[in-house]
């Protein structure tokens, strides 16, 4: 399995939509970096498999790994790029045997998509990082438990092999597989890594001590409940209540939590939300920060965890044990409902001599983050048993 294809179907879409990367877009970029020296780009359009040159590809993926300064033109080279493979891809069966790694479940629900890994030769390794629509569907987008279910379905009978991002996610896809009665393929576990954050500003975005909330705005991240600890907390402290910052990108069903952030009289002036924010920004934001507050019912990892830990900033989350896989003893670990202990540990952490905090900056004194050599050396790993169990 050395000649590999990558699949860059999702991160390509949400470049020329211009979406912020999100988690699975970011571990995206990074496959791109590690693999894309010895891959071709794989993009599905037009209702097609498509598979750009070695030269255009390393054009695509150093497009996609850059931040281009004129978008409109960097759209323009894409779709030349991509058109111009078109031709020479229709009716294509991918006939060499080589790898073909897709890190985004982009295309697994598709009716088609199983249908033609096993009309090819390719040997696909997949990218699982969660079941959350399965095991959690009410917090998902109507429709999305069934969407999921087939990408899993797609993964179980296609999959030559899979990486996951913690011991939880593969536990869940282990007990999905046995419920099923489909056979698991080799799986491993790579944790992910946090960012290279660039230097961060010396001066904080929020004078008052502050808390930061990183990541989507939806029902199952949990701002509705920390909102209403911070009206509890500015009733029971007055201007002497801490302020909160939500960054995050609105995603489904968040008109609640986006109407009590713009229209809620009492947390103005305590809590202030930034839906785009630059690296160095959020660096500086978290750098500043007396602790990231992670409330979520569910996740599969959870890198805001990781991305705070490894900058020195203390967590307090909810109790899941992806987080405590990662996040060991450092955290403060809480039940996401027992919004008397968030308000009373968020009361804690706000004071400068607060021991529990001190207690957690000591305990961070131990924690190794993930690397990004760490986790390719365990795909490696797996691509290696997966070569030599070829038949």
């Known amino acids: 399995m050395k000649a590999t294809l990558l699949d860059v179907s999702r991160l390509l879409d949400r470049r020329l939509r211009r979406r912020l990367p999100t988690g699975i877009d970011r571990v995206g970029m990074e496959y791109v970096r590690h693999f894309g020296p010895q891959s071709t780009a794989l993009v599905h359009a037009a209702g097609q498999w498509i598979e750009l040159s070695a030269r255009d590809s390393a054009r695509l993926f150093a497009g996609l790994l850059s931040e281009p300064s004129d978008s409109r033109r960097f759209n323009t080279m894409i779709a030349w790029l991509v058109a111009k493979a078109l031709p020479r891809s229709i009716g294509a069966r991918f006939a060499s045997r080589r790898l073909l790694l897709n890190t985004g479940h982009s295309g697994l629900e598709q009716p088609g998509y199983a249908h033609s890994l096993r009309r090819s030769a390719l040997r696909p390794v997949f990218f699982v990082h969660d079941l959350i629509p399965l095991s959690y569907p009410e917090y998902c987008r109507p429709g ?66 502050y808390f930061i909330m990183l990541g989507t705005i939806e029902p199952r991240k949990n701002h509705w409940l920390i909102l209403h600890v911070w009206r509890q907390l500015i009733a029971r402290l007055g201007a002497a209540a801490p302020r909160l910052l939500v960054v995050g990108q609105h995603g489904w069903e968040c008109e609640n939590v986006v109407d009590m952030l713009e229209r809620c009289a009492v947390l103005k002036g305590f809590v202030f939300e930034r839906s785009r924010c630059s690296d160095a920004e959020l660096a500086t934001c978290m750098q500043h920060a007396q602790a990231l507050l992670f409330p979520s019912f569910a996740e599969g990892y959870g890198m805001p965890l990781v991305e705070a830990l490894a900058l020195g900033l203390p967590v307090i989350a909810s109790d899941l044990p992806a987080f405590r896989e990662v996040g060991g003893t450092v955290p403060e670990y809480l039940d996401p409902l027992d919004g008397r202990r968030w308000a009373d540990l968020i009361v804690d952490y706000a004071s400068p001599e607060s021991p529990c905090r001190r207690a957690q900056v000591q305990r961070l004194a131990g924690f190794a983050a993930p690397t990004w050599p760490a986790h390719f050396a365990q795909v490696e790993a797996l691509l290696d048993h997966l070569d030599a169990t070829d038949d």
């Open 144 to 209: 999305e438990s069934t969407r999921h279910r087939i990408r899993m379905q797609t993964v179980l009978t296609t999959a030559r092999g899979i990486i996951v991002n913690s011991q939880a996610t593969l536990e869940a896809m282990q007990e999905y597989a046995a419920e099923e009665q489909q056979p698991m393929p080799p799986a491993a576990v790579a944790p992910l890594a946090p960012p290279q954050w660039p230097l961060a500003g010396t001066e904080p975005p929020l004078q008052a001590p």
